[in-house]
């Protein structure tokens, strides 16, 4: 089987496999290179579909390098190989793999993932309470909004456009001059109000 080499785009990975071979034939051992190197044999041999099995066992073996720095390193290469060329629901399934193979490097990424999803549902938050302020201050001011307004409002995610919004609803007369504003005639978003 002719090897693809990932990083250099040729098919010259047999070569690596060969010199590694000698070596050990020679009686010599591998060296740190070498083993680094090894970690990515099992997934050169697939130019167009990277089975899943070969990068968790790609994986696996740079858990298995010596020093941490090199694990973190060639699971992270493989990582990225492999989120070019796999489903997200594959590239899932290898969390569990890479995270023993880099536990520090997978931490790091948890503690990521985590940070992004609080930050997401704090501007979740903001953009339902803006929006629940807008519907509440048109019901003071103007009377109830009706389903379909509150539906829109409730349905925005800018908050910037909300701010707009909670300005407009603090000085608009009636719901249908909030819904004018904010959305124009038509139904169409007013580009005063974004």
């Known amino acids: 089987m002719r090897l693809h080499n990932v990083f250099t785009e040729t098919l010259d990975g ?13 009686g010599g ?10 970690t990515f044999v099992g997934v050169m041999g697939h130019r167009r579909r990277l089975p899943v099995h070969a990068v968790a066992e790609a994986l696996r073996f740079a858990g298995t ?13 493989v990582l990225l190989m492999g989120r070019k060329r796999l489903t997200e629901s594959e590239m ?15 931490r790091i990424l948890e503690e990521r993932g985590r940070a992004a ?7 979740e938050g903001r953009a339902e309470g803006a929006a629940e302020g807008i519907l509440r201050v048109l019901r003071l001011r103007c009377g109830e909004p009706g389903e379909a307004l509150a ?8 908050l910037t ?7 407009l609803a603090t000085t608009c007369a ?21």
């Not at 051992?29 to 090894?38: N, Q, S």
């Not at 999803?117 to 501007?123: I, S």
């Not at 539906?151 to 995610?157: E, F």
């Open 117 to 123: 999803g609080r930050a997401e549902g704090k501007a």
């Open 29 to 38: 051992t591998l060296d740190r290179d070498d083993a680094m190197a090894l």
């Open 151 to 158: 539906a829109r409002v409730r349905a925005q995610r800018d």
């Open 65 to 77: 390098l010596e020093r941490e720095s090199d694990r973190e390193g060639c699971a992270a290469a």
């Open 174 to 194: 009636t719901v249908a001059g909030f819904e004018a504003g904010a959305f124009g005639t038509g139904g169409a978003i007013d580009p005063q109000a974004r």
């Open 92 to 106: 899932a399934s290898l969390v569990e793999v890479f995270a023993m193979a880099a536990p520090s490097m997978a």
């Open 161 to 167: 456009r909300l701010e707009r919004w909670i300005d």
């Open 14 to 26: 047999d070569g690596l496999l060969d010199a590694c071979r000698r070596k050990l034939a020679a």
